[in-house]
């Protein structure tokens, strides 16, 4: 089972970027899945999540009204669109899914069994 993530780079303040994650190796269209950001020397964080059915969403704080978070369940891929960046923005991002089938929007690291590799996010002031 593979996550790969892409679409990260550099931008400036007040740009917008999106990041996808294709899921390989195994169905994921019945499972929820997550970004989380990990910026240099801070513990890593969660930023959105998605039930399977797109009907359940989260977003940290930090991001309500910036970023949206949606599925395409026949291309075993999330998408993350973040608009209105900010340099407290500049991170990691990675992606995850669920081993669990669920119509929840987990919010807990521990809740997801599997991770991409991460995408490097950059906004510039």
């Known amino acids: 089972v593979q996550l790969q993530a892409s679409g990260g780079g550099l931008v400036q303040a007040g740009g917008s970027l999106r990041l996808s994650c294709a899921a390989s190796?195994?169905?994921?269209?019945?499972?929820?899945m997550a970004w989380f950001r990990q910026a240099p020397g801070k513990e890593r964080e969660i930023v959105s999540s998605i039930s399977w059915s797109g009907n359940n969403l989260y977003y940290a704080d930090f991001v309500k009204g910036r970023f949206a978070i949606s599925r395409d369940n026949a291309k075993n891929t999330v998408y993350l669109q973040m608009n209105s960046l900010k340099p407290e923005d500049t991170a990691v991002y990675y992606c995850a899914a669920a081993i669990m089938s669920s119509d929840a929007d987990y919010t807990e690291e521990s809740m997801y069994t599997y991770w991409g590799q991460g995408t490097q996010v950059t906004v510039s002031s």
């Open positions: 190796g195994r169905s994921f269209s019945r499972h929820p």
